[in-house]
């Protein structure tokens, strides 16, 4: 393991390592989580970097998914046993793509996450969400000011744009190894800005006690809108990425029956497809559907595409 400064982080290309990073963390409730990769979540993508930390991302670990690629080896039992555990809550800002590539990687199907993304969502009042996310934003540019050090600045102004622009042109800049001291700072970064996010979310009453169940619940619903890389493609294909799936914010009824949408691949109640009923001529009336569900069939009619979409029996 090999230790750099600010942010401080623990880069672990050793099996052994990611054993004492478990066990470093392994009294935490609370961990934040991201991932670093090229293509993230979709057919082209590779895991680079999984970064994990304790709640106040004073304890960073970067694991080098690339030097360790055996999912089967004992010493990444006690991570996996602390991604899975219900009772160790995981922080992640849209961790849709992270849950992707942590499956199709490792095998590992995170629980205990709270999206921080739902916390804001969940949240809004119409007409309020980019006032409300930027006055966040800007409590936390005031707390980088407060604290420089801790922070750097001049990495935030120069470092992280630079690392954020040279991502977008070339994503196989996290498959270099070594990978650049840029990127490694910029992997430890992201855990500190969710950290800092979910204390501003606490404040603002965004995440309380009462509502940590349910925003649990729904983030369970949330990481499995990408059931597969394919799933993931489709999404930026179509432009479905932007908008949160309907059926995670309301839970469904227990033995609800739920039906693939053929746009989004989503399985949904039929509560999210039109409906209507054909008839069967001497036989009874059908109740029917829509192959598409109202979320794909809004965005087709924006977007002035030709609808495809069927009528079938439910």
């Known amino acids: 393991m090999t230790a750099r400064p600010s942010p401080n982080y623990t ?44 709640v106040d991302a004073k304890t960073i670990f ?16 006690p991570l996996f046993r602390l991604l899975r555990s219900e009772a160790v809550t995981k922080l992640v800002w849209d961790g849709r793509a992270d849950a992707v590539e942590l499956r199709e990687t490792y095998g590992v199907e995170l629980r205990g996450v709270l999206d921080l993304q739902l916390a804001e969502v969940g949240s809004r009042k119409p007409g309020a969400e980019r006032q409300r996310l930027l006055h966040c934003f800007k409590t936390l540019k005031e707390s980088i000011k407060r604290n420089p050090p801790t922070w ?21 800049m996290w498959l270099k190894r070594p990978l650049p001291e840029m990127l490694l700072r910029y992997a430890a970064h992201d ?40 799933i993931k493609d489709l999404f930026d294909q179509r432009g479905l990425g932007p908008f949160m799936p309907l059926h ?28 209507g009923t054909r008839d069967g001529g001497r036989a009874p009336k059908q109740r029917t559907r829509c192959t598409y569900c109202k979320l794909c069939v809004a965005l087709a009619k924006k977007k002035s595409e030709k609808f495809k979409g069927k009528w079938v029996a439910v």
């Not at 934040?32 to 680079?48: F, K, P, Q």
């Not at 970067?62 to 039992?77: G, Q, R, W, Y």
């Not at 914010?249 to 999210?272: D, N, S, T, V, Y």
Request: proline share 3%; hydrophobic share 40%.
């Open 11 to 54: 880069l672990c290309t050793t099996y052994a390592s990611t054993a004492v990073a478990a066990s470093t963390l392994s009294h935490s409730s609370v961990l934040i989580l991201d991932c670093e990769a090229r293509d993230i979540g979709r057919s082209t993508g590779v895991l680079s970097i999984v970064s994990i930390s304790d």
């Open 62 to 77: 970067l694991i080098d998914a690339l030097a360790l690629p055996n999912a089967s080896h004992p010493a990444f039992k």
């Open 152 to 172: 750097d600045q001049g990495y935030q102004r120069s470092c992280r744009r630079c690392a954020s622009q040279d991502i977008e042109h070339n994503p196989d």
């Open 191 to 230: 855990l500190e800005l969710i950290g800092q996010l979910y204390v501003n979310f606490q404040r603002a009453g965004w995440i309380n006690k009462r509502n940590v169940p349910q925003l649990k619940a729904q983030s369970e619903r949330y990481l499995r809108t990408f059931r597969t890389r394919a």
């Open 248 to 275: 995670v914010l309301e839970k469904p009824f227990a033995k609800a029956r739920c039906f693939e949408c053929a746009g989004c691949k989503q399985l949904l109640i039929l509560h999210w497809f039109s409906t």
